[in-house]
């Protein structure tokens, strides 16, 4: 079957509207997406050491997800908490008497019910760091954040987790046959 002219344009003519309507809902973040429930990758290094996180692969809830293994740092305090509130996620970094360099690595950040979101930015909200500019780092589904505990007093940190959805492909097409629709709209000029 041939498609003729005006079946074509009566095609782009629906087609548009509701490929932009489309679009606006799949480029819109998806309201109650969270790490919470989310299985992480969690990783804390105190000095020159390895990873001694407790556990390495911890589920996102109540409470800290992953702390320095107190077998191996008796009198220290290191932990890491992602915790969701109105409608926002935040990291809590707690540590205190390492005496040291501090590395914190998450991977595997993917957010539930928006999987596409990517971290874009994190936002220093409070804490009482020693460090005035602690190291930190995010690529889209990660976060590194480095610091120091000379002090070997109790110090805390809190920062916002900023994501944005990624454009899926079906709002990509509603985009483009908007783009089409309009040109099709456009009336030739006339040239003197």
């Known amino acids: 079957m041939a498609i003729t002219k005006s079946l ?9 509207p509701l490929g932009l309507a489309v679009s606006a809902v799949l480029i819109s973040p998806v309201a109650g997406a969270t790490l919470i429930g989310q299985t992480i990758g969690c990783s804390i290094q105190v000095g020159g050491s390895g990873n001694v996180a407790v556990p390495t692969n911890p589920v996102v809830g109540a409470g800290p997800e992953c702390a320095i293994d107190p ?39 993917f957010w539930l ?12 909200v409070s804490g009482n760091l020693s460090d005035p500019d602690p190291e930190v ?51 030739p000029t006339l040239n003197s």
């Open 8 to 16: 074509y344009r009566s095609i782009v003519r629906l087609a548009a």
């Open 137 to 187: 780092a995010f690529d889209a589904h990660s976060i590194s954040i480095s610091l120091v505990d000379f002090e070997g007093i109790p110090q805390s940190a809190r920062w916002r987790i900023s994501t944005t959805p990624v454009p899926m492909p079906g709002a990509l097409m509603g985009v483009a046959l908007l783009g089409m629709y309009l040109v099709r709209r456009r009336k």
């Open 113 to 124: 019910d928006d999987p596409t979101a990517f971290i874009n930015g994190l936002e220093f």
């Open 71 to 109: 077998s191996l740092f008796p009198n220290s305090v290191a932990n890491a908490d992602f915790f969701e509130e109105s409608g926002d996620t935040f990291l809590d970094i707690n540590f205190g008497n390492v005496g040291t360099f501090l590395f914190y690595d998450f991977t595997d950040l």
